[in-house]
């Protein structure tokens, strides 16, 4: 099983991840070499003391800076033990603790680090062949006041690491933002619009951008032989068909036995049948072809009141009531055949597999900043609940609908890709008399003020 990943999510972790650990190098480096630097100026300031030291004149004209105790959280100095003595005349001056440094002799280096009273010392020695200066410096309390130094020194890196978070999301975010925007523009894109994306993109989308050019370009191209196969193929069938219709026709005239009539009777019914799906292949070849152009402005209630006209002698035959209520004049953009194409069919359907005195209401409502609807009902056999979301699938049919009147499983598909065209879509539910409802619903569009009356549009 496949699992989803986000390259926003890798890169941030990538680059946080190098980053931080660049980061925490860095400041690490630079927090030994500033101890070490640190310690370089100590050893420099405790020689600096021994010679200061060395060069006073004897204990009562010393002169150095008073040293506070080790202990003392609060030093603002080093406890420094020191003593002055002459090769010849012996001690000339000395510090309290000076007993723990260790006596001098010749070889002595001028830096040492020295073992004194179980504790760890830096020691200076500094001598003009007359007198010797020493001076120790704890080095654990040197430590302490090093690392404390490094730390305030290196406290604004600390500052700076979120920061650099927070710029890399921001440079990953733009970084990726022509991504989404291709994103944004296939979004937008609407099922039927197979022509080539366009506009500049960065190079690394190219090639992405060049494969989906070639896959709209091969999928335009099967659905144009598709499309053009379906025409073609119900444009051949219409010919001989009526010509089958007529025969048959001519032949039951003639028919001397009622079981010949019976079988002709068939025949016409099947030919018809077959008639009808030919059409709605051909429509729903049309309703696929047809490109989008300038939008028309459909008035509803005139388009109803037609389509009205033209099922009355479906309608008288069967004893069937057609009704229709609406806002006039309620007007919808788009294309008036597709609607045409669209409530025809369901009209069509309603009359077909509705018993006689079935009635049927085609209702609308203008949207006026909400969604707005056009909807057909009948009281007739309605199809089952299982059925409701699979009724607008090409060619299926409810088995025992089709077995009663026939059908070719296409009149709702129409439908569905009509109401698509017009920017909507369908919806079936079960009517309140236990028939059939389906609604057109359309994007809701601000109202406009039409001729002779505020007009409004689904």
Known sequence: MSHRFSIRRRLLILLLSLVTLLWLGAVLASFLQMRQELNHLFDEELLQWARTLLHSPGASTLILPP??????????????????????????????????????????????????????????????????AQVA????????????????????????????????????????????????????????ALQPIGGPVPTE???????LNGLFRRVDAAFAREQEFTAHAAHELRTPLAGLRIHAQLALRHAESSAEREALQ???QGVDRATHVVEQLLALARLEA???????????????????????????????????????????????????????????NAIRYGPA??????????????ASWIEVCDNGPGVPADALLRIFQPFYRDPKSAEEEGGSGLGLAIVQRATEALGGHAEASAAAEGGLCVRLIFSPISPREGPGEKGKRV
């Open 67 to 132: 040293f506070p105790d080790r202990d003392n959280p609060q030093r603002a100095d080093l406890y420094r033990p020191y003593r002055l003595q002459s090769l010849g005349k012996g001690m000339l001056a000395s510090s309290h603790g000076s007993e723990i440094l260790p006596p001098w002799h010749p070889a002595t280096p001028m830096l040492q680090n020295v073992r004194m009273n179980g504790e760890e010392w830096r020691l200076a020695t500094v001598t003009d062949g007359h007198r010797v």
């Open 137 to 192: 410096e704890n080095l654990d309390a040197r430590q302490d006041v090093t690392d404390e130094i490094a730390q305030q020194l290196l406290t604004p890196l600390w500052l700076v690491l979120p920061l650099l978070a927070l710029v890399i999301g921001f440079a990953v975010r733009q970084g990726l933002a022509p991504l989404r925007d291709l994103t944004a523009r296939l979004e937008e894109r609407q099922p039927q």
């Open 205 to 211: 989308l190219q090639p992405l951008l060049d494969a």
């Open 266 to 268: 068939g025949v016409v």
């Open 290 to 348: 047809d490109q989008p152009r300038r939008d028309e402005h459909i008035d509803v209630s005139a388009l109803v009141q037609r389509l009205s006209v033209a099922f009355a002698a479906s309608v008288a035959a069967k004893g069937i009531r057609l009704t229709a209520q609406g806002p006039s004049p309620a007007i919808l953009t788009g294309r008036k055949t597709w609607l045409e194409i669209a409530l025809r069919n369901l009209v069509d």
């Open 357 to 370: 005195g079935t009635d049927i209401r085609i209702t609308w409502e203008a949207g006026g900043g909400r």
